[in-house]
């Protein structure tokens, strides 16, 4: 039963506002985020948000990002650890050193101007919240530990990582954003919270780390019901594990780089590593079929997943024990991973665990160009004995991971490096505007990484790859994790860049990464970007028997180009790039999944029956759809036409 008193306060609340809407209409401004609202339920103000570490306006933890130094032109990464102080206390290795090479590289490579700088907008007007007042009323003010209609948490929960959302939040605004954020501290407030929505009609989006790349958390200006973000950060618990039948009982809403810090507790670890582990969750990498750069021992994480629970309109879905296999017809997980919040809410999950590794170690390869190394890449995949990881970057990746090279304060260093690149240059014959790296992470017992690296190093030595030590391994995954930080850098440079990935059979792993190059060059000539300012390049990331995944890194130097266009320029050029992609074998995803961004290449992925069964099984469990955010699939013709004539 709820109380006249919270009935009353929830009132008031909503009456404050919509006064406020009419009065200011509809750029409401809420009012900085640091400030104490009546608006603000919070029954465990001790808990941090997001608004408490992260980057309002762009990636990552808000007190990390590259700064530039005019005086001497060099770069570095600010940046403090919030969580385990290693011991200098920076967040990242390399952090806080400065880069004395990027500048110069990034001028001749891409035709960066340091001397022109875009300041991004200081704050974001928005519409008021909309409100449906049985809603709240029904929800009442106890049991979810806290409730928000602050402007920017709001905001926060209302976009991911896309180019096109970081322009916005950095030039412009969001026609709509959700109206509350919610959070659940239990499975059972989930139930609540879905319930009531069917009930009074409004409109709910499951949130993780909000680091997906497409556009899956927009929402369309059309909707006019109340939208609730259920802000998952709250169940982050680790419920129980099991080493006897290596499982866990994990809570979605955890950060992947919390779950792997408390699994060690245990003496276990999960394995599933994207590079975005920092931020996303269990419930996001469900959602969108996820893989981690350590895939070849862990799996990705369908391979992983052994149960979930799944709160639907209909209900909640799980399996009814932890089976390790079962043959009872199609396996409903697989309707649960990849649904992208179209069909309800990730609670928890089952997980297969393992043992912390005996042994971990890094280490690097050389080879003469990139069409060398992914003939290399191919043999390996035909052995099975892999690392962890290994990953193939192409000459122009290569040669931007070297422009990321820290100062040097030791002259025998400099010596030492001297004496490397001549033999490299030199000796080997290397040509530097051809050679391409293999990053390789061993991980496993001892005899088991000793077996990988003598299979690796032996492939390597019959295509001329040349071992590049353990110290360039270590490196390369450790810049995994700053590289994220460099398109904010960059877009404050009148640069824009974004990634996709796809994977495809290893006959068509040359001519895809070839062909698109190609594509992306031509594309950007008949827009008036010439090619000296553009950026392409190519990573070979996932191995299988059958194929490989495969990172296309994109983006340009606009100059003069109006601010407001760009994006949209971008996107046609992305599209183009997506259409020869799958013109040579690339599939819609592979592991990023499709969102807003690539519905429209849907129909080229599947059959006309396939897409009208996904459309049914969204019918069918959610027939108000109350999960209204839209990924994936067109509800209907006309919104697919509406989208892509609304692009153009």
């Known amino acids: ?50 608004l408490d570490y992260a980057n309002k306006q762009g990636w990552g933890y808000a007190d990390t990002e590259y700064i530039h130094d005019e005086a001497t032109g060099y770069l570095k990464l600010t940046g403090i650890s919030l969580f385990e102080q290693n011991e200098i206390g920076y967040r990242y290795q390399y952090s806080e050193r400065w880069m004395p090479h990027f500048k110069i590289w990034a001028i001749n490579t891409v035709g960066i101007d340091l001397n022109k700088k875009t300041e991004k907008q200081k704050d974001m007007q928005v519409h008021g919240p909309h409100f449906n007042h049985e809603f709240l009323a029904d929800l009442g003010d106890q049991g979810f530990s806290r409730r928000s209609f602050l402007k920017w ?54 949130f993780g780390g909000g680091t997906n790349v497409t556009n899956s958390l927009l929402l369309s200006p059309k909707e006019k019901r109340m939208i609730v973000s259920v802000d998952m ?22 950060i992947g780089a919390d779950l792997e810090r408390e699994l060690k507790n245990y003496g276990v670890v999960l394995g599933h590593e994207p590079d975005s582990i920092e931020f996303s969750t269990l419930g996001g990498w469900i959602s969108t079929r996820a893989s981690g750069m350590k895939k070849n021992v862990y799996g990705n994480i369908e391979d992983i997943v052994q149960n979930v629970k799944f709160v639907t309109s209909k209900g909640t879905y799980t399996k009814l024990s932890d089976w390790p296999r079962i043959s009872n017809g199609p396996d409903l997980n697989h309707i649960v991973m990849g649904h992208e919040g179209n069909f309800g809410i990730v609670t928890e999950a089952i997980l297969r665990i393992r043992k912390i590794p005996e042994v971990k170690r890094y280490g690097s390869i050389i080879f003469p160009d990139f069409e060398i190394g992914v003939r290399f890449m191919d043999e390996m995949s035909r052995t099975r004995l892999w690392p962890a990881s290994i990953r193939l970057v192409d000459n122009l990746q290569f040669q931007f991971s070297q422009a990321l090279k820290i100062k040097n304060d030791s002259r025998s260093q400099d010596y030492i490096d001297a004496i490397k690149k001549f033999y490299v240059l030199n000796i080997k014959g290397f040509d530097p505007n051809r050679m391409c790296a293999c990053t390789l992470a061993f991980e496993g017992g001892k005899d088991e990484v000793a077996a990988q690296e003598k299979n690796v190093y032996k492939i390597a030595k019959k ?34 860049a974004e990634s996709m990935e796809t994977s495809c059979p290893w006959s068509k792993v040359g001519s895809l990464c070839q062909n698109t190059k190609e594509r992306l060059f031509s594309a950007c000539r008949a827009r008036g970007i010439p090619q000296n300012k553009i950026f392409a390049s190519f990573r070979v990331t996932q191995l299988y028997e059958t194929g490989a995944a495969v990172y296309i890194y994109f983006g340009f130097s606009y100059g003069d180009m109006d601010v407001n266009k760009v994006v949209a320029l971008y996107e046609d050029v992305e599209n183009e790039a997506r259409e020869e992609i799958m013109k040579n074998g690339g599939s819609i995803s592979h592991h990023h999944g499709i969102g807003k961004i690539r519905k429209r290449f849907a129909d080229k992925t599947l059959p006309p029956m396939a897409l009208q069964f996904m459309q049914d099984i969204k019918e069918s469990l959610d027939p108000k759809n109350v999960f209204g955010i839209n990924n994936t699939l067109y509800r209907s013709e006309e919104e697919r036409r509406e989208d892509i004539e609304g692009h153009h």
């Open 233 to 254: 950060s709250r169940l982050n618990k680790i419920k129980w594990v099991d080493k006897v039948n290596n499982t866990a009982c994990i809570e979605a809403g955890i």
């Open 463 to 496: 295509y001329k790859g040349m071992i590049a030590g353990e110290e360039n391994g270590i490196r390369g995954y450790s810049l995994t994790f700053m590289i994220a930080y460099i398109r904010d850098f960059a877009c404050t440079y009148s640069f824009v």
């Open 1 to 50: 039963m709820i109380s006249t008193k919270a009935v009353q306060r929830l009132s008031t609340i909503s009456n404050h506002f919509c006064a406020q809407q009419s009065k200011q209409g509809s750029q409401v401004l809420i009012g900085d985020e640091t400030q104490k609202y009546p608006e603000i339920l919070d029954h465990k103000p001790h808990l941090k948000i997001k």
């Open 153 to 206: 948490e709001r905001i926060m929960h209302s976009h991911g990582e896309s180019l096109k959302e970081v322009y916005a939040l950095r030039h412009g605004t969001f026609e709509r954003v959700v109206d509350v954020v919610i959070y659940p501290d239990t499975h059972e407030q989930c139930e609540k919270l879905v319930q009531l929505a069917n009930k009074h009609n409004v409109v709910l989006v499951p």
